[in-house]
């Protein structure tokens, strides 16, 4: 299948304790916690921001390679057939919810699709319009519903000899994993710090064919630039998402009472409230914090009563530790559930329990955490997910259901199902094209890397692409030539050399900044790292 990824070092330790860990998950023993039940306000920070130390929000094709090299092939180059104006026709097999079309076309006007069908021609449009034979798949972008981005330029931690823990609360407080993102978090919060940090994440996500994702902490101008940020900056309507990053057992009265009135609200209401729910297996009373979410915490000031599960708003990220019991309230609420494989099995030793989930129907999305404990990108996620349904023998994993978790699934989880997820006319122009061809198109998905995304379009603006379709694709004329695992791509970052609000930058500035945060350049001797050999570059090759 083209060039085979290096193994990610986390998902290489995860393999080789996997058996011990499935055989010991139910007789796991809860190492003592000096601070059970610890959380923070929505601070935006990642799955380790729930103690003292506040935290923010979070790599690259690193994972363990192709899923079966005999049944997915390159397919010839991408063709430009006609350079025109406004748009474009993109010929391809075409992945709709109905089912894929083998030899179809998808037409786009501006930043949204007009047509899916076999034949576009007869559309008023399509005599103008760019045309492009992809020889490949055209798939909707894919949407990481799960990352902490700002994050996603360190390279892995995985404790050295601690074995796996039992939840979230345990690794945030390892001084290993804090020493691990100091250079970071030391000056979160900065301009200088979450903006680089910020838009290398979202161009890992672009290069990787994903579109839209949840995890881009940082409410500032620097980050409102390529990948839809489904808890902000979307550009899809109203900022509908809120998001609780602390214990869901230490939301109090007034704090619930708050997140009801904004579902209720007349304008704009909350329709998706994003928490962390029961990441991990045992210990700081992870098994009660859906209880507590629910609405049936007699703690005083715990909301007893009033449940958070409340219509169809939940979005419930992790959910290892969930019981049968719960996960049927899950389903009787149409509450959303986060899968992220990678991480927990990293972390902790076991995952949700997808086989289940998926048997009760329950709308579930993909995100792989950030690099820290997960894997790099959306496409490496698919790959865990789908390897690990193999080796459980759970039959629902199949690569199409993995493909529409990682697309209208997604959608439907961060709440722009009405927007994005789809190819379908009216729906906005977030496409990626994937150079692989095989007997099952979602598998020739599942093991396509960065080499492979021929084309990756935002809005109707392509980000990235094959160097040949640069001259009528690129959405502007600053983009940079990128190779990638032998193959010539552009990268689209510098808006102009003169834009405003940081989009100036181009790949080299970002890369040194991050260079020198690493570093520690510009502060005090005693406070410089000296770890700028470590970021995690966008893209790794054997």
Known sequence: MGETMRPSPYLLRASALLILALSAACSSTDPPIANPDTGQPDTGHPDADVGDDPDTDTGDDADTGPVDDDRSQPSPAAEVERVGAGGYLLRGTVLTLDGPIEDGEVLIEGGAITCVAEDCSGEPGAATVTVINTHGVISPGLIDAHNHLAYNFFMPWIPGDTGFFGNRYQWADDPDYEAHIEPYANNRGSISHECPAGKWGELRSVIHGTTTIMGQSARRRCVDWAVRNADHYHKLGYNHMQTSIGSPRDITDDQAQGFLDNFNAPNNPTTRLAVHMAEGISGDNIELEFSSFAGRDTRNNRHSGTSLLYNGTAMLIHSVALTDAELEEVYMTDSKIVWSPSSNLALYGVTADIESILDLGIITALGPDWTVSGEFDMLAEMRVAYRYGQEQAIDALTPQRIWEMATWD?????????????????????????????????????????????????????????????????????????????????????????????????????????????????????????????????????
């Open 410 to 542: 997604g959608a439907i989880t961060v709440g722009l199902e009405h927007s994005v997820g789809q190819l379908e006319p009216g729906y906005g122009a977030d496409i990626v094209v994937f150079g692989r061809q095989a007997d099952d198109p979602y598998l020739a998905v599942l093991e396509s890397e960065a080499s492979d995304v021929r084309l990756s379009m935002i809005d109707g603006q392509v980000y990235f692409g094959d160097a040949d379709l640069e001259d009528a694709a690129a959405r502007n004329e600053f983009c940079e030539t990128f190779p990638t695992c032998g193959t010539s791509k552009f990268l689209c970052v510098q808006d102009s050399p003169s834009a405003g609000d940081r989009r100036d930058e181009t790949y080299a500035a970002i890369r040194q900044q991050l260079i020198d945060i690493l570093e520690g350049t510009g502060y005090p001797e005693d406070e410089q790292y000296g770890r700028g050999d470590e970021l995690l570059d966008l893209v790794l090759c054997p």
